[in-house]
């Protein structure tokens, strides 16, 4: 089976990705991308037929795998006994000048466990606020015990005081049957949650970043959609709780920053997919490659003419950090504009996932696309203008969807074989 590192992963140039981030507006967002796939590439725990000289490795400098739980899976009985992190990844070394107390709400969702990663290599003291509605610790439980971590079982909908420098505010679900699931709540968390984070940056002075959504463009009248474009939503359709709960904690976010001076960020983020999405919550990507991994058919909602544009997690993590650290306080687009329609989308996941069986030296499975009904209120057409990301960031994608995409197979793959999906 091919491994993380036989796994060579090209940018738009054609040039090999060894580091995701970069050195920007006086942050340094630069890590191995082999450090951050330890992290997320590799099975959570080892069978028993291996588990005795993984075992022995444990001191070994070269092992990254010791970075994660050693819990053994066993499976004559279908168990696993967990057994706490013996070390680390090494984090950076920061001087306590540069060290920043950063607070991620949502930290243990799919988005916020990269931005945790990346924070706790880089260095960083990271709090983790989250109710583990969608997300779960196991995302993040590769850190949990280190000196720089700490997570906290909260509710944003209730205050919650601490000290820190920067909050990443990120805490909402994003996928339409969780945030549909209880729309009250999804409004409650968008308003309320919002309202209580910026409450606790204005009294600690921190800067505040809250993920918003292309969402807030709704169904757009305007292709691409630059930032100040300012969208056409319907108010009462199915997904109103939160398109609309996200316009207006974009409008507390400018409320707070006018009238308290509170230092604000925005990240309108476009659908973004990657490891530790979670695979049965009906977004696309993780749809199609369950289902063509599964050998069922791939189901494409609509004529499959609609067209989306995909970004790579950790294009999106760089772009976070860097609005973050820079100055600008306007919405800035966080999105790739490489726009396919829904039904190339699934004809590109059926080769991917064909090349990976047939790299992995498995039998090639041939699955069938078919065609379902079109969901109310379902965008047509979504592409972000990342103009005023490239200017005030210089921030643009690297990685292309066939890659992102090679490297998410590979992900629910070594899922399927350890038997968690
Ligand atoms: N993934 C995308 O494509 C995408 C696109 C646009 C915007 N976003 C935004 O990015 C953020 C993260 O999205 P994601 O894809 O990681 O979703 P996710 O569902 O994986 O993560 C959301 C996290 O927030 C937590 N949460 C939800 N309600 C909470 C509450 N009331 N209190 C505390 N924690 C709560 C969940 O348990 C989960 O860990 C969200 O704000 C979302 O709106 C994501």
Known sequence: MATSETVHTLDKDGKHITTVGFQRF??????????????YLRAHYVKTSTSTSSLKNLDGEDD?????????????????????LSRFPPVKLLPVSQRKRILVTGGAGFVGSHLVDRLMLLGHEVTVLDNFFTGSKTTVSHWVGHPNFE??????????MIECDQIYHLACPASPPHYQYNAVKTIKTSFMGTLNMLGLAKRTKARFLITSTSEVYGDPEVHPQPEDYWG??????PRACYDEGKRVAETLTYGFHRQDGVDVRVVRIFNTYGPRMNPFDGRVVSNFIVQALKG?????????????????????????????NSDETRPVNIGNGDEFTIGEFAELVREIVEKVRKEDGEEPRKVNIVYKPIPTDDPQKRRPDTTRAKEVLDWQPRWTVRMGLEEMVRYYKSKMSEGSL
Not at 26 to 39: I, M, N, Q, T, Y
Not at 151 to 160: A, I, L, T, W
Not at 296 to 311: A, H, I, L, N, P
Request: glycine share 8%; no cysteine; charged share 20%.
């Open 232 to 237: 056409h939503v319907n108010p009462i359709g």
């Open 26 to 39: 006086g942050f340094d967002s630069e890590v191995s991308l082999e450090a951050l796939r330890s992290l």
């Open 296 to 324: 069922e058919d791939m189901t494409v909602y609509g004529d499959g003419k609609q067209t989306r544009s995909f970004q790579y997690i950790h294009d999106l993590i760089d772009g976070m950090i860097a609005l973050m």
């Open 64 to 84: 990254t795998n010791d970075y994660l739980s050693k819990s053994i899976f066993h499976p004559d009985t279908g168990s696993i006994s967990y057994t706490t």
């Open 151 to 160: 997570m906290v079982r909260h509710d944003v909908v209730e205050p919650f």
